[in-house]
């Protein structure tokens, strides 16, 4: 029982945080722009919620659909469901019992906010077949795990669906896009070998450009959808530090990353989106 229990962490992937700190901060830019001068701290404690837990949801169900493939990959094999320690029966009732405590958050949420997390919600569980066929699964990620959560965080804070918030939510898609863009990076020779599509295998030495291309559309529709903020030279300041560090990071895919170059590349997102969050944050007059 103990030896399934520390299994069944792996699967969710306590151990690796990152993951869902991603996830949670476009939410965080979408509430500061949604209520500027506030914090809104009760959501801010629902996203963080919603956060973790819909990651976890995303990756057991992710590691049920690609359990096969998982053995071909030098990075996965060693994952619960790949190499046997757990079931697919046990991981599916994992994953139906994150869903239901996914769910229970919803009852903070108005009609319209729901609707929003359901589609979301949805894509999550589809998007690991997109590798299968789709050449960049990476923008289809982007969907559930960049645009859903601030999206839902505009629509619940401002009661309607506006233009401020597709931007918010269209910067998140492309920035999520971007990273997972790097962090495809680890595994280029294994897909290749295992057949699974990612942006990576399509793109090949013009990755660098790809990822810069979405990182620039991120940064644009941050500074389009704050720049009315009271003071949003801060979140100019912000994204400029962010496009100037994703530009270095480009530099290095073009020369070409090795080890755990592409990892640490990716893991530094949550940096940079802390960042964007901080110009956020800084562009309104916040009492803390």
């Known amino acids: 029982m103990k030896r399934r229990f520390s299994a069944t962490l792996e699967l969710v992937r306590l151990d690796r945080p990152v993951g869902w700190v991603l996830l949670f901060l476009p939410s965080g830019w979408a509430l500061l722009l949604a209520r500027p001068g506030e914090v809104p701290w009760k959501w801010v404690a629902v996203f963080l919620a919603g956060a973790f837990l819909t990651r976890s949801a995303g990756c057991v169900v992710n590691d049920i659909f690609d359990r096969k493939l998982d053995r071909e990959v030098t990075r996965t094999k060693s994952r619960p469901l790949a190499d046997g320690r757990l079931s697919v029966v046990w991981a599916l009732g994992v994953f139906l019992f994150l869903t239901l405590l996914s769910a229970s958050l919803l009852t903070f949420f108005s009609a319209k906010a729901i ?12 998007y690991p077949l997109m590798k299968r066929f789709f050449p960049l699964p990476q923008l289809f990620m982007g969907i559930p795990f960049g645009a859903t959560a601030p999206f ?7 009661g309607h669906f506006s233009f401020p918030g597709i931007e918010i939510a269209l910067a998140g898609l492309f920035w999520a896009t971007a990273y997972d863009l790097i962090y495809a990076v680890a595994d280029l020779p294994d897909d290749r070998k295992a057949g699974i599509r990612s942006g990576a295998v399509t793109f090949g030495s013009s990755l660098w450009m790809v990822f810069l291309f979405f990182s620039a559309l991120a940064a644009l ?5 704050g720049r009315s903020l009271p003071q949003s030279g801060w979140l100019l300041l912000s994204i400029g530090l962010f496009f100037s560090a994703v530009l270095w990071q480009s530099l290095r895919m073009r020369k070409g990353l090795s080890g755990e170059e592409p990892l640490r590349l990716f893991r530094s997102h949550a940096v ?17």
Do not use: D, K, R
């Open 115 to 126: 609707l929003v997390a359901v589609a979301g919600y949805g894509s999550a569980v589809v």
């Open 152 to 158: 839902m965080a505009w629509v619940q804070l401002t």
């Open 221 to 225: 529709l941050l500074w389009e959808a």
């Open 272 to 288: 940079l989106g802390g960042l964007i969050l901080a110009g956020f944050w800084s562009s309104s007059p916040i009492l803390v």
